[in-house]
């Protein structure tokens, strides 16, 4: 885990497993995980809240694994439901995969990209500078401009 340091003002203890803020010490990289759908990388999706929280946060773990960092590493999270009657659901698999308690956000929301999304997650990492490893050793192709 990040040396990150969590802070109690004892609002989100009230409502919640989760910090009412983080802070991540100089020194260290932050990764930056885009909005994570419950879609397996075979494309399927599961039809319930269980199977696209559950897929959502596999997902997430492989990406920060590819980027050298775990779950732990976590100081930041961003949750968007499509139905408030699916939040009990996705609290339970969220605490398999969650822990320690970073800041976050849940909110529900009336949709997603593709209607069929349950789920989206964003999250932060921060681990230690130098430790972030990348894709390759290769630039990043350039983008074709506009034309």
């Known amino acids: ?35 994570t759908p419950g879609l397996a990388p075979d494309g399927s999706l599961p ?16 990406t920060l694994s590819q980027a050298g960092a775990s779950l732990s590493d976590i100081v930041s999270v961003r949750q968007w439901l499509t139905s408030a009657e699916d939040i009990r659901a996705y609290v339970e698999v969220r605490s398999k995969f969650i822990t320690h308690k970073p800041a976050a956000l849940l909110g529900v929301i009336p949709g997603l990209v593709r209607p069929d999304f349950l789920i989206e997650i964003e999250v932060v990492a921060a681990v230690p500078a130098g430790k972030v490893k990348g894709p390759s050793d290769q630039p990043y192709p350039e983008t074709p401009s506009a034309r």
Do not use: C, K
């Open 1 to 35: 885990m990040t040396a990150a340091e969590s802070f109690d003002a004892g609002i989100a203890r009230q409502i919640g497993h989760y910090a009412d803020a983080v802070r991540v010490p100089a020194g260290h990289d932050q990764i930056l995980v885009s909005g």
């Open 47 to 62: 039809g319930d809240m269980t199977g696209q929280a559950t897929q959502a946060w596999q997902n997430i773990q492989t």
